[in-house]
């Protein structure tokens, strides 16, 4: 069994920064890309930034130069700093991670059950 256990979710001002936690725990033999997702009210999910297993990352252009994602390959845990946050933000943000179990010969994406971020005054 694998769990993606978000954190860090919240309300916080336009302009404010927030930072999200992932953490992955199970069987797990090998995590490749992790990432963060968000999905707004009434609209589709969308990717926000992904992180491969040697570091390379790729950001959304809507927040490009205001996020930073990041990952602590030792604790299986992907990280999202948040600043200069606008209200257009406001989502709920899901972490993703595509891995393999042990004793598995595949590679499978897994997701958080999402955290709540709310940007407003």
């Known amino acids: 069994q694998v769990q993606l256990v978000e954190s860090g979710g919240g309300l916080v001002q336009p302009g404010g920064s927030l930072r999200l936690s992932c953490a992955a725990s199970g069987n797990i033999f090998r995590i490749n890309a992790m990432g963060w997702y968000r999905q707004a009210r009434g609209k589709e999910r969308e990717l926000v930034a992904l992180i491969t297993s040697g570091g390379e990352t790729n950001y959304a252009d809507s927040v490009k130069d205001r996020f930073t994602i990041s990952r602590d390959n030792a604790k299986n845990t992907v990280f999202l700093q948040m600043n200069s946050l606008k209200p257009d933000d406001t989502a709920v943000y899901f972490c993703?991670?595509?891995?393999?179990?042990?004793?598995?010969?595949?590679?499978?994406?897994?997701w958080g059950k999402g955290t709540l971020v709310t940007v407003s005054s």
């Open positions: 993703s991670a595509n891995l393999r179990r042990l004793r598995y010969l595949y590679d499978v994406d897994y």
